[in-house]
């Protein structure tokens, strides 16, 4: 039976995850896949590891220790040049050590072996480090310790060999373990030899199998580059990003609800110039950056993979336990494989009954200076410190902002120190934005030219507060921190419900009580990610030079031009819907006025210019015109790729603006040619908020599956009141009787005939005691903007018990 604890060798086949103390966490986990889930289809390159008892016995035979215990007995990670100094000569020792023979010939057979098994003289193999401690069974040390890529034959391991081993006293290990209490003697260095996935011919990535911003664990984050993936880990290059909705992908749908391109603007490769065994970077071409670096095919085969890697470990572990791994596509076989994987160690800490809001609190105009990426949610301030170069951080005092072009292992010992950091590349899973999320502090990646606008000496603000995209104030901006116990917030009989927009913040916003979304506004949507005029991509002959150029560069990729609309208003209902599944997200179909439409690329050749268009052409009017027919045909397309192809059956449809039976009856017809059939279970609400709706509720209420009520236009066109304009605003206001006496009307037909009735306009929001109002006229359902969710479902909570409901 094989002695494992005092084995110089393990293959990986005769690992498992309870191996961490003899092989670290990074080799027990790939022997754990290896052995348990290349048999369900996951593919993991073979190899083997050096156990960390090979590491211990190297320095014994040495007589190692003692020369390294005495190089650090003056130790001070506080002070650059002492770690620096003490770091290279603690990594000399080691590199000059000699292999004892036994040791050697232990490599070098199994080397020879994984040779055998893929049938070549010398296997490119990645030789990676894997550090572990025997008092703390989860740690894997990441990202602190050297991996080196294309070693090729047996001098050319054992080197490789003799660096990783001196990688567990890099600078930022040394400083990690003084920091966490580690005796640097009671960690050792385990080496995976893993056959290398010809990825520098085709391409590779990182992924979570939960949102790494939010902690939203239903969905897989898919990241990818072209080339081999130290570009994406260390930040080099901005990557795609997908991401893909596990609930329905593992009943067989295609669930690609959000994908974006990144710059990829590096490739790194093999570099056969020269006679060693290194890699290079080269440049993409302009036209590869604008193309995703694999297919959906591809993300959702690594999405799967990313299920049932969380499975398997969650299983193990007896509790949820999301994962961070790295895969890789071969460029000869094309094929696709997982590298490596570890438990996610931030969002999936995370006290789930506590809700933090970072809110700005600022006293005069904010101006901004740059935009990125946003890593977490929290805000920060300091001083700007630009570093340009790795060599300048001993210069880097505690509390400032850390401004760089890109982060790697080396830049740790200043990054905890710093209020936030700000880099000019990186996507959210470079290295910058890993460890900002582990320190817990603000992080904003991707900037392009912070270190350019950003000077020494200056005083700025880093907001993650806003969603996806990070912004740098100028100076110190004041903000509070908000927190809520959510399981202080009480069940009321009225469902409270959300109004929401922005795609980006709805996995954010899920973690509000709430009983699904009222309110989706697709103008959103359209505004933000297509930013076309749909007719525009079908009517290209009314479009202008200049925004066809406009468009050209937007739709890159796509030959049916119409697809890209399609596509991006899909992945926006997606995220919305993925966010809150299966609770109800009411979708409101396109309400965009005349001139809001003609703000969009191509619209201003194509729409007509109203006098009033506040109640001219707009929503249900526009659907069934031939003059706009073919642009909302692209909608309803969009809405069934979500319902049926995304697997999102918990979206409704939400019909703006009818004014007519009429027209109520032309729309649910065309919503059927696109296969949108309430018989199939489609539900379709319609938007009260014209006087003719309430007065016709009845007959309304036959057509539709229910009634929300839009206060906003229901106010205006019930006093008549254009709430645009600034000369009668003192007139306008959702509380005045006749208002009101329209809603209680309207509440009462709905009930009565067994509808859906729900109220999604501004007034519950901004007036808590128009909220009670309704609640007292029997509303089921009440959807609030996310900033008064709480604030309101407190009052109403009050309400209903003195109504005694």
Not at 240 to 261: A, M, N, Q
Not at 512 to 533: D, Q, S, T, W
Not at 630 to 643: G, Q, R, S, Y
Not at 776 to 794: A, F, H, R
Request: hydrophobic share 40%; net charge negative; proline share 3%.
């Amino acid at each position: 039976m094989l002695d494992k604890k005092n084995a110089f060798i393990l293959w990986f086949d005769q690992l498992g995850i309870e191996d961490v103390p003899l092989v670290g966490g990074k080799n027990a986990s790939l022997g754990e896949m290896y052995r348990e889930l290349t048999k369900k289809g996951v593919n993991i390159p073979n190899g083997f590891a050096i156990s960390a008892h090979a590491y211990f016995y190297l320095l014994e035979k040495n007589d190692a220790e003692k020369r390294i215990r005495d190089i650090l007995k003056d130790l001070d990670t506080t002070n650059m040049h002492n770690l620096q100094e003490r770091g290279r000569k603690v990594r000399e020792v080691i590199r000059n050590l000699e292999f004892p023979e036994e040791l050697k010939n232990a490599i070098l057979v199994s080397y020879k072996d994984l040779c055998k098994a893929y049938k070549t003289d010398k296997v490119d193999v990645a030789v990676r480090s894997s550090a572990t401690a025997e008092d703390l069974p989860d740690a894997s040390f990441a990202g602190q310790q050297e991996t080196y890529l294309n070693i090729k034959g047996e001098s050319a391991l054992i080197d490789a060999c003799k660096k990783c081993f001196a990688s567990l006293f890099t600078d930022r290990a040394i400083s990690y373990r003084e920091d966490k209490n580690f005796d640097h003697f009671n960690v050792g260095l385990s080496i995976g030899i893993q056959k290398m996935v010809r990825s520098d011919k085709a391409s590779s990535g990182v992924m979570f199998s939960i949102d790494t911003e939010s902690g939203f664990k239903d969905v897989v984050f898919v990241t990818s580059i072209y080339g081999l993936g130290e570009n994406i880990v260390q930040g080099s290059v901005n990557p795609d990003e997908f991401y893909v909705f596990k609930p329905t992908l593992k009943k067989g749908k295609r669930p690609i609800i959000s994908k974006k391109v990144g710059s990829k603007e590096l490739r790194m490769i093999y570099d056969l110039t020269s006679n060693k065994n290194s890699v290079k970077n080269i440049s993409v071409s302009k036209g590869d950056r604008k193309k995703f670096a694999i297919s959906d095919d591809e993300v959702l085969q690594l999405a799967k993979w990313a299920c049932i890697i969380e499975d398997h470990y969650s299983k193990k572990a007896g509790h949820f336990k999301p994962m961070d791994m790295e895969w890789a596509k071969d460029g000869e076989s094309n094929d696709l494989f997982i590298v490596q994987a570890r438990p996610e160690t931030i969002q999936s800490r995370k006290d789930p009954n506590i809700l933090k809001k970072y809110v700005l609190k600022p006293t005069k105009e904010l101006k901004e200076l740059v935009t990125g990426s946003s890593v977490g949610e929290k805000i920060g301030s300091g001083i700007v410190n630009v570093i340009r170069d790795v060599h300048g951080i001993h210069d880097f005092k505690k509390g400032e902002v850390l401004v760089t072009e890109m982060t790697d292992p080396d830049w740790e010992p200043i990054m905890k120190i710093a209020s936030a950091i700000v880099t000019n590349k990186g996507g959210r899973t470079c290295h910058a934005a890993i460890i900002s999320r582990e320190l817990g502090i603000p992080c904003v990646v991707g900037c392009e030219d912070g270190t350019e606008k950003l000077s020494n000496g200056e005083k700025i603000t880093v907001d993650c507060s806003q969603g996806e995209v990070g912004h740098i104030w100028e100076g110190i901006v004041n903000f509070d921190v908000e927190e809520t116990k959510l399981n202080s917030i009480p069940e009321t009989k009225t469902k409270i419900m959300m109004n929401l927009a922005n795609p980006n913040q709805a996995f954010e916003f899920s973690f509000i009580p709430n009983k699904g979304v009222g309110l989706a506004r697709e103008e959103f949507i359209i505004n933000e990610y297509i930013k076309i005029h749909p007719l525009a991509l079908l009517e290209p002959e009314r479009v202008s030079a200049e925004d066809k150029k406009k468009i050209a560069e937007l739709t890159i990729g796509y030959e049916d031009k119409s697809q890209y609309y399609i596509d991006k208003l899909a992945q926006g209902l997606g995220m919305l819907a993925a966010a809150f599944y299966p609770k109800p997200v009411i979708a409101r179909m396109a309400d965009f006025k005349s001139d809001e439409y003609a703000n969009l690329i191509g619209g201003g050749n194509i729409e007509p210019k109203e006098f009033n268009p506040m109640i001219g052409w707009r929503g249900a009017s526009r659907y069934y015109d031939e003059k706009y027919r073919a642009a909302f045909d692209l909608e309803c397309k969009a809405f069934h790729k979500a319902i049926y192809e995304f697997g999102l059956d918990n979206i409704e449809l939400m019909i703006p603006f009818c004014r007519t039976l009429d027209e109520a009856h032309k729309v649910i017809s065309i919503l059927e040619s696109h296969g949108l059939k309430q018989k199939d279970g489609i539900k379709v609400i319609g938007m009260c908020e014209i006087p003719s709706n309430v007065v016709l509720a009845d007959e309304f209420l036959e057509i539709f599956d229910g009634f929300s009520i839009g206060t906003n236009d229901l106010t205006q066109l019930t006093l008549g009141v254009d709430r645009n304009s600034e000369l009668v605003a003192h007139v306008y206001d959702e509380r005045n009787e006749a208002v009101k006496k329209l809603v209680k009307g309207v509440i009462k037909v709905a009930n009565a005939k067994g509808k859906y009735i729900g109220i999604c306009g501004q007034a519950p929001s901004d007036y808590v005691e128009f909220a009670e109002f309704v609640v007292e006229c029997g509303i089921q359902t009440m959807s609030l903007n996310p900033d008064t969710v709480i604030k309101t479902t407190l009052a109403i909570a009050e309400l209903e018990k003195k109504l005694g409901l």
